[in-house]
């Protein structure tokens, strides 16, 4: 079955530990991003990647890190979590390189908790 | 910059009543516009999409009309089920530098369908 894989789907933590969050996509697809979802202000983009080692800033990446070494895997590392990261996280992937102006493919989110 | 503004939630319908969620943007250039769905614990999934003015986006009875006249691109249902509850991003696409695309998306309508 064709998917985004994310895990965990719910973490709480406390400040300052350092955490991962995996995503892994089974559709060879190019582009990979990072979301965040909070009230009121919809999604917006933390970092993404447009192939193998090349990832570049969204709106948002204060205060998170991501790799790109395989195709398959984007995950996302805060290396210092505090409390303003609270957040639902999807990761996200299209066939094309270009991302998003086609069908994203969403993952089932990770809620986080940083106390 | 690029940004949409969606109407305010929730929307709370009768089944089989005739849905409206507004969207309006504002774009440079001519970008594509989508409408993502969100069921209760699970990532977005892209509903509909239009890519030009004067487009209709159509799937599992939604509809959806690219208006450049009036920067729209309003979600309608002609008779909403239970199974419709969720929550509505409008979204568009938004051409980078490096040429990749980015989506920006609206703060999600929640609708609740009642029996």
């Known amino acids: 079955e064709a998917q985004v894989t994310q895990n965990p789907r719910y973490l709480i933590t406390v400040t300052g530990k350092k955490l991962t969050v995996t995503c892994s996509q089974n559709m060879n697809h190019e582009y990979m991003s990072w979301y965040r979802q909070d009230p009121g202000l919809g999604l917006r983009q933390i970092y993404y990647s447009m192939n193998v080692e090349v990832t570049d800033k969204g709106d948002v990446p204060e205060g998170y890190k991501v790799s790109r070494k395989e195709k398959r895997n984007f995950p996302l590392i805060l290396e210092s979590p505090s409390p303003n990261q609270t957040s639902l996280y999807f990761c996200?992937?299209?066939?094309?390189?270009?991302?998003?102006?086609?069908?994203?493919?969403f993952g089932s989110g990770t809620q986080l908790s940083v106390l | 910059g690029n940004s949409v503004t969606q109407m305010e939630g929730p929307v709370t319908l009768s089944e089989e009543a005739f849905l409206t969620i507004n969207c309006t943007y504002t774009?440079?250039?001519?970008?594509?516009l989508f409408w993502y769905v969100q069921y209760p614990g699970e990532g977005l999934q892209l509903l509909l999409k239009?890519?030009?003015?004067?487009d209709k986006g159509s799937n599992k009875g939604f509809e959806a009309t690219y208006r450049k006249e009036t920067t729209s691109f309003h979600l309608e249902k002609g008779s909403v089920q239970v199974s419709d509850s969720a929550v509505y991003f409008c979204a568009l696409s938004d051409l980078q530098r490096d040429s990749s695309y980015k989506l920006i998306f609206g703060s999600g309508t929640r609708l609740l369908v009642r029996p």
């Open positions: 239009a890519t030009k003015a004067d």
């Open positions: 996200a992937s299209s066939f094309r390189r270009q991302g998003a102006n086609e069908k994203l493919f």
């Open positions: 774009a440079t250039g001519y970008p594509s």
